[in-house]
């Protein structure tokens, strides 16, 4: 390491991860009070419209909830897409039994195979419905 290497200072990431910035950045902060089961009641609410609690009531008082929003996956489409994962396991199991019985030379029952691949894109073809991820 030379002497020009040493005291160049290391690039540091960008604290808002390399994102571009809102053009509309939100300067003013306002705090309401409420009860503890209001609270909840609002907080339940924001999560079945799929916004956290700052975007949904940015959306109930202006009617948007801002351009940088994040609208949050619903839990239902989150374990959608955990099984959308685990049939696409399955299907890979299944091409790698068909590889094994390849290399082995014996033929595996093409009918259960057939039924097994069927199966699994019936599965994916739901999923994927469900998602709304048209395929």
Known sequence: ???ATATK???RRAPWGGRKRAADTKEKFIA???TLDDHVIIGETAAQA???IGAFLRTLALGTAGARAVKRPRIEREQLAKLLGEIGKLGSNVNQIARWANTDKRSPD???LALMREDIAA???EVMKALD???
Do not use: I, Q
């Open 1 to 3: 390491m030379d002497a």
């Open 9 to 11: 200072p290391r690039k």
């Open 32 to 34: 309401v009070r409420c």
């Open 50 to 52: 799929g916004l956290s």
């Open 110 to 112: 093409d009918r259960v």
């Open 123 to 125: 599965m994916r073809a």
């Open 133 to 135: 991820r048209g395929d």
